[in-house]
């Protein structure tokens, strides 16, 4: 089993992904999105979303970052992809077929992309050529944009087109994020294509996980907001410790720290309070802290507080 680190915008960047692959569980991360539309885009707008690439396109813990592509045009994805591997070094470009936000479906890329199954083909195809054979390559989708009719046409175009692995978001576009995830459907996808598929959506527990490989018959699995939810999770699945609220402070304080001590640090407030808010659902002391910071602006006073936290937790221990 594998389980890789999605990819999400504005939640998993550098040090999210950091922080995650220390906590362990989890063999590969894949970058947010990065754009591309018109020509090859500089290599400074690929080090914002994976500053990874400086370091070997791999995390600290040595967990290999593969870099998302997302795009409507077929020749623009390939000589980006091309650009990544061979000149940045990443060690894997994944495609994205399932982002659901309206500009990107009103320029056709992302989640838009699933009603032309011969669209997918074309730009899967193009970025294929233009990759050295050894390099892994995967894609992303969603069942489908507004039904699920393309879901399995989509697939195989996804893999006859050379596409080596299938990540499988098994929802909609029109679906969103609410649940449940159709997990039944990536069966489906499974018995048409002969590439490993990964199942993902809604994996929130280790029974979740559990559940998910046995309905979509998926030995891999990618998990996202669940992982935010409860860093231990991955750890968990593959026969770890759950986390106790102390250890996860821990963590907190450390990517509170990472934050404010890089250009990032104008991000920190958005970035501690959705952590915060995500492990709210696993830890009630979390949503206690929640509520301390709320209201706070000051990326350094959010992190006043949690070391507070950390401090009086540390002296009933
Ligand atoms: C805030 C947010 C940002 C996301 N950004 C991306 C992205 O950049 N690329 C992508 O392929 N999927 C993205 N996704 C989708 C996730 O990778 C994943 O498919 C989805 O959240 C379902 O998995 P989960 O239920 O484990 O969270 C994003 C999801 C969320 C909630």
């Given at each position: 089993?594998?389980?890789?680190?999605?990819?999400?915008?504005g939640?998993?960047?550098?040090?999210?992904?950091?922080?995650?692959?220390?906590?362990?569980?989890?063999?590969?991360?894949?970058?947010?999105?990065?754009?591309?539309?018109?020509?090859?885009?500089?290599?400074?707008?690929?080090?914002?979303?994976?500053?990874?690439?400086?370091?070997?396109?791999?995390?600290?813990?040595?967990?290999?970052?593969?870099?998302?592509?997302?795009?409507?045009?077929?020749?623009?994805?390939?000589?980006?992809?091309?650009?990544?591997?061979?000149?940045l070094?990443?060690?894997?470009?994944?495609?994205?077929?399932?982002?659901?936000?309206?500009?990107?479906?009103?320029?056709?890329?992302?989640?838009?992309l699933?009603?032309?199954?011969?669209?997918?083909?074309?730009?899967?195809?193009?970025?294929?050529?233009?990759l050295?054979?050894?390099?892994?390559?995967?894609?992303?989708?969603?069942?489908?944009?507004e039904?699920?009719?393309?879901?399995?046409?989509?697939?195989?175009?996804?893999?006859?087109?050379?596409?080596?692995?299938?990540?499988?978001?098994?929802?909609?576009?029109l679906?969103?994020?609410?649940a449940?995830?159709?997990?039944?459907?990536?069966?489906?996808i499974?018995?048409?294509?002969?590439?490993?598929?990964?199942?993902?959506?809604e994996?929130?527990?280790?029974d979740?996980?559990?559940?998910?490989?046995?309905?979509?018959?998926?030995?891999?699995?990618?998990?996202?907001?669940?992982?935010i939810?409860?860093?231990?999770?991955?750890?968990?699945?593959?026969?770890?410790?759950?986390?106790?609220?102390?250890?996860?402070?821990?963590?907190?304080?450390?990517?509170?720290?990472?934050?404010?001590?890089?250009?990032?640090?104008?991000?920190?407030?958005?970035r501690?309070?959705?952590w915060?808010k995500l492990?709210?659902?696993?830890?009630?002391?979390?949503?206690?802290?929640?509520d301390?910071?709320?209201?706070?602006?000051?990326?350094?006073?959010?992190?006043g507080?949690?070391?507070?936290?950390?401090?009086?937790?540390?002296?009933?221990?």
């Amino acid at each position: 089993m594998t389980i890789t680190l999605a990819p999400m915008e504005g939640v998993v960047d550098v040090h999210m992904r950091d922080m995650m692959t220390r906590i362990s569980g989890f063999d590969l991360c894949v970058t947010e999105f990065v754009r591309v539309s018109q020509v090859v885009a500089p290599r400074e707008w690929f080090l914002k979303y994976c500053p990874e690439l400086e370091t070997g396109g791999k995390t600290q813990a040595g967990t290999d970052v593969h870099v998302q592509l997302m795009g409507g045009e077929a020749h623009v994805m390939a000589d980006n992809a091309a650009f990544a591997v061979h000149e940045l070094g990443a060690p894997g470009i994944d495609l994205n077929f399932g982002c659901p936000a309206k500009t990107v479906n009103r320029h056709m890329a992302g989640a838009a992309l699933l009603q032309w199954p011969e669209k997918l083909f074309e730009i899967t195809s193009a970025v294929k050529a233009a990759l050295s054979v050894e390099v892994p390559f995967s894609a992303k989708m969603r069942l489908g944009f507004e039904d699920k009719s393309l879901a399995l046409e989509n697939a195989r175009a996804l893999v006859e087109a050379g596409a080596q692995k299938l990540t499988v978001h098994a929802r909609t576009k029109l679906e969103g994020y609410k649940a449940p995830a159709h997990w039944e459907w990536i069966a489906r996808i499974k018995e048409v294509v002969d590439v490993p598929v990964v199942a993902n959506g809604e994996i929130w527990t280790p029974d979740d996980a559990r559940m998910c490989r046995d309905i979509s018959g998926c030995a891999d699995i990618m998990i996202g907001r669940g992982a935010i939810a409860r860093p231990s999770l991955a750890r968990e699945i593959k026969g770890g410790d759950f986390a106790e609220w102390p250890e996860v402070l821990g963590w907190l304080v450390t990517y509170c720290d990472m934050m404010l001590d890089t250009k990032r640090a104008k991000w920190g407030e958005g970035r501690m309070k959705q952590w915060i808010k995500l492990l709210s659902r696993t830890y009630p002391q979390a949503k206690l802290l929640f509520d301390q910071i709320k209201r706070v602006k000051d990326p350094y006073a959010i992190h006043g507080v949690i070391m507070n936290e950390a401090r009086d937790v540390a002296d009933v221990a």
